[in-house]
C-alpha cells in the first residue's frame, strides 16, 4: 500500500509539474517558433463597443496573452487605459495612432505613448487619393523620418504598418523599396501584416529577407483561400480566417521572421466571428514546425 501510495504522490507531482510548465508557457509560441506573440486590440473592437472596456480586456487575458498592441484607448485617457491594462494583466509594448498626429502633433503621441508604456508607436495608413503614389509615399518618408527622430527622444521607436498599396510599381522596383530606401533606419522600422504583403500578390518571405532587421513586428494574420487580392489596401474582413487554414505558408513565413530578427508578433483577425478564431490560431502557432 506504502508503494502505490509513494507512486501515485510522484504521478501527482508529475502531473502538477506539468500543468506549471503549460501554464508558464508563453501562448502561441512552439519548439520552433518563439514569439512573442499579443494580440492586436483592434480585432475585439466589437467586443470593446459592446462590452466595455474592462471586460474585454478580461477576454484578451482568458485567451493567454500577456502582451498587446494598441488602437485607440476607447475615449479614456492614456493613463487611465494603461491602468485597466494593468489590472488586466496585459502588457502593451506597441501602439496605432493617426497619420495626421505624427504629421501636426507628434508631441502628443511621445506623451500617450509614454502613459501607455509603449515600446514601439506606429502608423497604419497613409492617406492618399485613388492609387497611392510617388508624391504621397515622399510626403509620408518625411513626416516618418521626422517623427521617427521626434519619437527616439523619448525612448520610443516608430514604426509604419504596411498596408498593401505600396506595392504599386516604382522605378525598377515598387514605392515599397522607396519607403524603405528613403526612410532612416535609425527612426523609422516597419510592422509586417503578412495579410497585406499576399493581398497584392507579394511574398512575405522573400520582403522578409530582402529588408531583414527593418522588419520589427508582425502582424499574423491570414487570408481565406481563393480569394484573389490588389492594391487598394482594402478587404472583407470575412476574409480574415484562423491562422493555418488559409493561404499563407506560415512555416516558411515564421521562419524567415526569425531570422529577420522580428520582436514582437500579434494576431490581429478583423473577422466578424473573431471571438471562435482566436483561440484555434494560437493552437495552430503552438503546433507550428519548421
Not at 519619437?151 to 498593401?164: C, D, E
Amino acid at each position: 500500500m506504502k508503494l502505490i501510495a509513494r507512486s501515485l504522490m510522484a504521478m501527482l507531482s508529475l502531473t502538477a509539474a506539468v500543468n506549471l510548465v503549460a501554464a508558464d508557457k508563453p501562448v502561441g509560441t512552439s519548439a520552433d517558433f518563439k514569439g512573442p506573440v499579443g494580440l492586436q486590440l483592434y480585432s475585439l473592437r466589437a467586443e470593446f463597443t459592446a462590452h466595455g472596456v474592462p471586460a474585454t480586456l478580461k477576454q484578451v487575458k482568458n485567451f493567454g496573452f500577456q502582451i498587446v498592441e494598441t488602437a485607440g484607448t476607447y475615449n479614456m485617457p492614456a493613463e487611465k487605459f494603461k491602468g485597466l491594462l494593468d489590472e488586466a494583466g496585459l502588457k502593451p509594448v506597441s501602439g496605432h495612432f493617426p497619420f495626421e498626429k505624427y504629421r501636426d502633433d507628434v508631441e502628443s503621441i511621445a506623451k500617450d505613448a509614454k502613459a501607455l508604456g509603449l515600446e514601439y508607436a506606429g502608423c497604419a495608413w497613409i492617406p492618399h487619393k485613388d492609387s497611392f503614389d510617388e508624391a504621397e509615399a515622399k510626403a509620408a518618408i518625411e513626416v516618418f523620418n521626422k517623427a521617427g527622430e521626434a519619437l527616439k527622444k523619448h525612448g520610443i521607436k516608430f514604426f509604419y504598418h504596411i498596408h498593401g498599396y505600396e506595392f504599386h510599381p516604382h522605378g525598377d522596383g515598387t514605392l515599397m523599396d522607396l519607403l524603405m530606401k528613403e526612410t532612416n533606419p535609425e527612426f523609422v522600422a516597419f510592422e509586417m501584416d503578412v495579410y497585406w504583403v499576399v493581398h497584392p500578390g507579394q511574398d512575405p518571405v522573400k520582403l522578409l529577407n530582402k529588408f531583414g532587421k527593418r522588419w520589427q513586428l508582425m502582424h499574423i494574420k491570414d487570408k481565406r483561400k481563393g480569394v484573389t487580392g490588389d492594391l487598394t489596401g482594402k478587404s472583407d474582413v470575412k476574409n480574415d480566417v484562423t491562422v493555418g487554414q488559409g493561404q499563407m505558408d506560415w512555416p516558411a513565413i515564421l521562419k524567415a521572421a526569425q531570422k529577420a530578427g522580428v520582436k514582437y508578433y500579434f494576431i490581429e483577425d478583423e473577422s466578424p466571428v473573431v471571438n471562435d478564431q482566436i483561440a484555434p490560431s494560437l493552437k495552430y502557432l503552438e503546433t507550428v514546425k519548421f
